[in-house]
């Protein structure tokens, strides 16, 4: 049984007699009724009825034409499914983030892209910055947006971001009135961190390390607003990029910079190297490197 046989069938009930039906199908008369007999042999059975003037469905013919229909519909639906697919109408990307990173970019990624592309969801997965690149190797995720650098040759990886670490204190700190300050002058600090799933957890450690000192740390926490809170209460100081700062109200709440621009938050987009990549997530990849300029100009 062939599909086009089913729409001869098809035609042929539709329009009544053979004549109109071959003429709708752009197809001979002879051909049309090859198709008819052809789908009549596969299925064992008569459809029509040849033995009255007026075109007549058999009983199974009656039962043929009905789930013909249905078939029929069914392949439509698939081609425009495929074809909104490849016209990027509808579809799922699932987005892998960090909340901190997700915090500052991800409303104005999804904004971006829904206002092209408003049938397609974007479902964020927020993980730490040292789990998320798992999930795209798993593909748990689409694509995520992880701390650089990263060495995995899995990836393929598009810089996405990047900005200057300062130091966030509260508003009455002795280090508050400073115009800049040095890592070593942290030594003695109380300092507040990201918990350990955190790239930026292990990213101040290190860089205390590197200036010869193990940091104290008073707090650990998942949430960004939390460690703020904690500053605004003077309980210790951080070390985070810039563009969070913006992201905070609180007026208890001052950063200073380093002397020179020695910290770096760099970030990457990564997708699974040689992987399939949908129509909706090339097309998200594409907005994504069209905005980069403008959220670097604007942080």
Known sequence: MELRDLQAFVAVVQYGNFTRAAEALYISQPTLSKSIQK??????????????????????????????????????????????VR?????????????LIGTLFFPEIARKFHEKYPNITLELVEKGAKLIGELVLSGEVDLAI????????????????????????????????????????????????????????DFVIRACQSEGFQPQIAYKSS?????????????????????????????????????????????????LKDSYQSYALKELLTVIQTEIWSWQKIF
């Open 39 to 84: 789908l009549e042999a596969s299925l064992k059975a008569d459809l029509l009825c040849r033995t009255t003037r007026q075109l007549q469905l058999t009983d199974i013919g009656g039962v043929v034409y009905e789930h013909a229909q249905k078939i029929l519909h069914s392949v439509l639906e698939l081609e425009r499914s495929i074809q909104d």
């Open 87 to 99: 016209n990027v109408k509808s579809g799922k990307i699932k987005f892998g983030i960090p909340p």
């Open 146 to 201: 992880v701390v650089l650098p990263v060495e995995n040759e899995q990836f393929t990886i598009l810089p996405f971001f990047e900005n200057e670490f300062v130091v966030y204190v509260n508003a009455e700190h002795p280090l508050a009135s400073r115009s800049a300050v040095t890592l070593p002058e942290l030594k003695n600090e109380q300092f507040i961190t990201f918990t350990a799933e955190f790239a930026l957890h």
């Open 223 to 271: 949430q960004w607003d939390l460690i703020f809170e904690l500053i605004a209460l003077n309980l210790g100081i951080t070390i985070l990029p810039k563009a969070i700062y913006a992201k905070q109200t609180n007026k208890n709440v001052k950063i200073i910079p380093f002397e020179t621009n020695q910290l770096m938050w760099q970030l990457g987009i990564v997708t």
